[in-house]
């Protein structure tokens, strides 16, 4: 059986990193499933999904490494299209990928102890976001 549950939240723009790993935890124990996997996907081109260790220095970190890989301040022919100067992080959120899929057991997702899931938002302005978790479980 399959269940689909939508989470919105509201992001500040900018390499916001958001934890959701409560949000996903409570959507899949709202299915009563005891097995299975939980698919988390967020609509939209300028943001992704992974996972980290959710802590000030790798959030650091990792917001370097966005910039070192795709710099905001080169051209892309995105923004003279579209005049929003947001090239970026349509760029960034393909690399990183909108989707991301996570085993769970006894209700419980099968995270890593220091593992969180989180949600990027690359573009440049806040941002009504929408992530969608399908659980296909028994």
Known sequence: MIVTKRIRLETKGNCDIV???RDIQRALTETKFTAG????????????????????GLLNDL??????????????????????????SHVRASLLGPSLVVPFSEQKLLLGMWQQIVLLDFDNRPRSRTVVVQVTGE
């Open 19 to 21: 934890d959701v790993t």
């Open 37 to 56: 996997t939980v698919t988390i996907f967020v609509t939209g081109s300028t943001a992704g999904v992974t996972t980290v260790e959710y802590e000030p």
């Open 63 to 88: 917001k370097n490494l966005w910039e070192r890989v795709v710099p905001k301040d080169v051209p892309y022919q995105h923004d003279g299209g579209t005049g929003e100067g947001n090239g970026f």
